[in-house]
């Protein structure tokens, strides 16, 4: 009998297929093929000499360069991590489900368990009434179906498909196909923030390449957690083209979360080697092993630079939003006025200066060489959230790749710290205030 969970089957691979084709076929230049992608260098890479007009690195310099990072990290259609001689001694496969990332802890494996079944409840349906034949995995994880077809001749085949469908975490060929078609219009194929779609967005999407992440939790400008990167994406970014991709299933979040991982290692292992050669006149295969593994461990880090609370934040009450006034204005202490201004609308005195011409531009850049606009924070859009923790980890740690600094590490000549943790606070709840409206009212 024909019962509504086929139906669903039906309907729901249908709508993907459609979806995924059109995709394709959009990027592909509407003939329906599949587009032959390529890795770029970056622009500062291949820059010319402005006195010579000559490049600055050697062009088989250039080329010597393409070829090591495709054989760290291999290409758009087929990315991987190059084992190293002693991760192989260990056991320790970067490429395998969650040895890239680090292993996951039992409530994100929880959580993505439950996520899956709900993803694959129609296959998990049909694998229950003991149907191997109806129970066709999701079309688009291209992989999972070829795994699940190598399955049919096994003796428990159900049982084990099961196990396929409910811990189901996506390849890093799953993770950059999914990025190429729901990112790389605004990111660019190499994570540069030069898509498509890119160019005509302000603000412009972010250059992963640097590897430097405004919105994180760490205390200092450390290279951001993984949890940081899916907070971003099932977010977004107020105020800019940067989506929530909360929509999507988890597993696919954690795989896109991966993908920018390694297109901003990728990234960085470029402009460190390009740094090296522009020195030296060239690099060797042990150079490239090197930085690739330094900046490897700086990622495998991450989580020990994470800003943890170790106390419960204190109520917003008016003598705090007083003192955080107080501060903000407080031109020997936190100085917040020099930038956001009187009104902290954005208009400091450090943030305008005049050019050759006599015109009136904007005095800071960013770490990509844009010109950085403080925050109007009476507008009430924080980038990184208008939660108060996540105020608190912008005052205290700043903001990567931008002038803002944090004030959190700083310590006098005597090495106390200059400000308390019940002092940021203020600087946050005075924050809410001029955003919601209540900054007068103390």
């Given at each position: 009998?024909?019962?509504?969970?086929?139906?669903?089957?039906?309907?729901?691979?249908?709508?993907?297929?459609?979806?995924?084709?059109?995709?394709?076929?959009?990027?592909?230049?509407?003939?329906?093929?599949?587009?032959?992608?390529?890795?770029?260098?970056?622009?500062?890479?291949?820059?010319?000499?402005?006195?010579?007009?000559?490049?600055?690195?050697?062009?088989?310099?250039?080329?010597?360069?393409?070829?090591?990072?495709?054989?760290?990290?291999?290409?758009?259609?087929?990315?991987?991590?190059?084992?190293?001689?002693?991760?192989?001694?260990?056991?320790?496969?970067?490429?395998?489900?969650?040895?890239?990332?680090?292993?996951?802890?039992?409530?994100?494996?929880?959580?993505?368990?439950?996520?899956?079944?709900?993803?694959?409840?129609?296959?998990?349906?049909?694998?229950?009434?003991?149907?191997?034949?109806?129970?066709?995995?999701?079309?688009?994880?291209?992989?999972?179906?070829?795994?699940?077809?190598?399955?049919?001749?096994?003796?428990?085949?159900?049982?084990?498909?099961?196990?396929?469908?409910?811990?189901?975490?996506?390849?890093?060929?799953?993770?950059?196909?999914?990025?190429?078609?729901?990112?790389?219009?605004?990111?660019?194929?190499?994570?540069?923030?030069?898509?498509?779609?890119?160019?005509?967005?302000?603000?412009?999407?972010?250059?992963?390449?640097?590897?430097?992440?405004?919105?994180?939790?760490?205390?200092?400008?450390?290279?951001?957690?993984?949890?940081?990167?899916?907070?971003?994406?099932?977010?977004?970014?107020?105020?800019?083209?940067?989506?929530?991709?909360?929509?999507?299933?988890?597993?696919?979040?954690?795989?896109?979360?991966?993908?920018?991982?390694?297109?901003?290692?990728?990234?960085?292992?470029?402009?460190?080697?390009?740094?090296?050669?522009?020195?030296?006149?060239?690099?060797t295969r042990d150079d490239a092993d090197a930085v690739y593994a330094e900046v490897w461990e700086l990622w495998q880090r991450a989580d020990e630079h994470a800003l943890v609370l170790a106390d419960v934040p204190p109520e917003a009450t008016p003598e705090r939003v007083r003192r955080g006034r107080e501060l903000f204005?407080?031109?020997?202490?936190?100085?917040?006025?020099?930038?956001?201004?009187?009104?902290?609308?954005?208009?400091?005195?450090?943030?305008?200066?005049?050019?050759?011409?006599?015109?009136?531009?904007?005095?800071?850049?960013?770490?990509?060489?844009?010109?950085?606009?403080?925050?109007?924070?009476?507008?009430?859009?924080?980038?990184?959230?208008?939660?108060?923790?996540?105020?608190y980890r912008r005052i205290w740690a700043g903001i990567p790749g931008t002038p803002m600094p944090g004030i959190g590490g700083t310590r006098g000549s005597d090495g106390v710290p200059l400000f308390t943790s019940d002092e940021v606070w203020c600087l946050v709840h005075y924050v809410r205030a001029l955003a919601y409206?209540?900054?007068?009212?103390?």
């Open positions: 009998m024909f019962r509504q969970a086929h139906l669903r089957v039906i309907v729901r691979h249908a709508v993907a297929g459609a979806a995924a084709w059109c995709a394709l076929a959009f990027l592909a230049g509407c003939d329906g093929a599949r587009p032959v992608l390529e890795h770029s260098l970056a622009p500062e890479t291949t820059a010319l000499d402005e006195a010579t007009g000559e490049p600055r690195l050697a062009l088989a310099v250039q080329a010597d360069l393409r070829a090591e990072l495709e054989r760290l990290f291999g290409t758009p259609h087929a990315p991987r991590y190059a084992p190293l001689p002693e991760w192989r001694a260990s056991g320790f496969d970067p490429n395998q489900p969650f040895e890239s990332v680090g292993e996951l802890s039992s409530a994100e494996r929880d959580a993505l368990r439950a996520e899956n079944l709900g993803v694959f409840e129609d296959e998990l349906e049909e694998l229950d009434d003991a149907n191997f034949a109806d129970a066709r995995p999701a079309e688009r994880y291209f992989d999972l179906a070829a795994s699940f077809d190598a399955l049919a001749t096994a003796p428990d085949r159900v049982e084990r498909a099961r196990t396929l469908l409910t811990d189901r975490y996506p390849t890093l060929a799953e993770s950059a196909e999914s990025y190429r078609v729901k990112c790389s219009h605004c990111h660019g194929i190499s994570g540069g923030g030069d898509g498509r779609t890119g160019q005509f967005l302000d603000p412009k999407p972010r250059d992963f390449r640097h590897g430097v992440f405004k919105y994180t939790g760490q205390r200092e400008r450390a290279v951001p957690r993984r949890a940081d990167l899916l907070e971003t994406l099932e977010r977004g970014l107020q105020g800019t083209a940067m989506p929530s991709f909360r929509g999507l299933p988890l597993g696919e979040r954690h795989g896109l979360a991966d993908y920018v991982r390694l297109l901003a290692l990728r990234g960085m292992v470029e402009r460190r080697l390009a740094g090296l050669a522009a020195e030296q006149g060239d690099f204005h407080d031109t020997a202490r936190a100085n917040c006025v020099q930038c956001h201004g009187e009104s902290g609308r954005g208009d400091g005195p450090a943030v305008w200066t005049v050019d050759a011409e006599g015109e009136r531009v904007l005095a800071l850049r960013d770490e990509w060489g844009r010109p950085a606009e403080p925050r109007d924070l009476t507008r009430g859009r924080f980038r990184g959230g208008d939660r108060p923790i996540d105020l409206g209540s900054a007068d009212d103390v």
